[in-house]
């Protein structure tokens, strides 16, 4: 079936410090591709998404790339930020298919 | 403010006391889901249900009931909590039952359970 892997955490960054979190998809069909975060006590927020090949998301200084030659969807940031200390979840979903996420990746960013 | 609100955010309760998790959402979303979330096993989703009295089975619905009798709301229901149900639980919503697979999810805060 479909799946979502991640690299294993924890991430541990100092403050502008260049962050890429890998995730490889393996699916059948055409999926949308999804970064989800995850604050402290909060509940889960989209951070970028991408529809297509080739497709870049972003938002808030984090970028993915929809490669399906490789079948990835990582995840960057030029510079980090304390603020960015959080769990990221790549996540992946057909149409009229539930997300499937992968087991997520702690950041943790110091100052 | 489009939100999905859940009740209560922490319980503490004891094996086989009934217990329900309220969720609701403002948006008119069709679909609604529960995820569990647990340490190394990310969410996994626990029932779903694509509008109202329309429910099914998610990856690990065994030990939980769910009812959409209103669109809005999706309460999560445990009628007899074991200790292996300790856990994060999330709702969430969406629009789209079924065509683009891009409409953003949007999930509640979390309850967290316990289960003694």
């Known amino acids: 079936g479909d799946s979502v892997t991640q690299m294993e955490g924890p991430v541990t960054l100092s403050e502008e410090a260049f962050l890429t979190i890998n995730c490889t998809y393996t699916?059948?069909?055409?999926?949308?591709l999804f970064w989800y975060v995850q604050y402290p006590g909060e509940g889960l927020q989209l951070l970028l998404k991408?529809?297509?090949?080739?497709d870049k998301g972003s938002n808030k200084g984090f970028e993915a790339t929809y490669r399906k030659e490789t079948t990835s969807f990582h995840l960057e940031k030029g510079s980090v930020q304390v603020s960015d200390s959080a769990v990221y979840f790549c996540?992946?979903?057909?149409?009229?298919?539930?997300?499937?996420f992968g087991k997520g990746t702690t950041l943790s960013v110091s100052s | 403010e489009a939100q999905v609100t859940q009740n209560p955010r922490y319980l503490i309760t004891v094996t086989g006391k009934k217990l329900t998790v309220t969720c609701s959402q403002n948006?008119?979303?069709?679909?609604m889901s529960w995820y569990r979330q647990d340490p190394g096993l990310g969410l996994r989703q626990i029932y779903y249900?694509?509008?109202?009295?329309?429910?099914d089975k998610g990856d690990v619905p065994e030990g939980y009931k769910v009812s959409r009798k209103e669109k809005r709301n999706f309460p999560l229901i445990l009628e007899s909590p074991s200790p292996n149900q300790t856990s994060l639980y999330f709702c969430?919503?969406?629009?789209?039952?079924?065509?683009?697979?891009?409409?953003?999810?949007?999930f509640g805060p979390g309850t967290r359970l316990t289960v003694t």
């Open positions: 249900s694509m509008n109202v009295e329309v429910t």
């Open positions: 991408a529809t297509k090949a080739d």
């Open positions: 996540a992946l979903r057909k149409a009229g298919t539930a997300l499937i």
């Open positions: 699916a059948t069909g055409y999926p949308s």
């Open positions: 969430a919503s969406r629009t789209g039952t079924s065509g683009s697979s891009s409409y953003e999810q949007y």
């Open positions: 948006m008119n979303h069709e679909y």
